[in-house]
């Protein structure tokens, strides 16, 4: 999801996921300014596997400040330190 949001993801990718401010009925809210995606809605729970769900339902669970890295570097070094306070806190 970090390559995608930095535009560096093959297109494949980027197409299967969308980004809130670019959905036309959300233009007004507060998520349109922000960089979270919207998860496509699933009827069965199996669908919850696939990447369209999944990858955005992870990447919205991260902090802010995390998604507007652009060094993927720099991501992959904080995204260790804030899951492993999630996992021992």
């Not at 930095?6 to 007004?28: E, F, W």
């Not at 809605?41 to 995390?66: D, E, H, I, V």
């Amino acid at each position: 999801m970090h390559l995608i949001h930095i535009h560096k993801a093959p297109s494949y990718l980027a197409d299967s996921v969308t980004l809130t401010a670019s959905v036309s009925s959300c233009g007004r809210l507060w998520s349109a300014s922000s960089s979270r995606y919207e998860q496509t809605r699933m009827r069965l729970k199996y669908g919850q596997r696939c990447f369209s769900y999944a990858a955005p339902a992870a990447w919205n669970t991260l902090p802010p400040s995390l998604q507007q890295l652009t060094n993927t570097d720099s991501f992959k070094r904080q995204l260790k330190t804030v899951l492993f306070e999630r996992a021992f806190s």
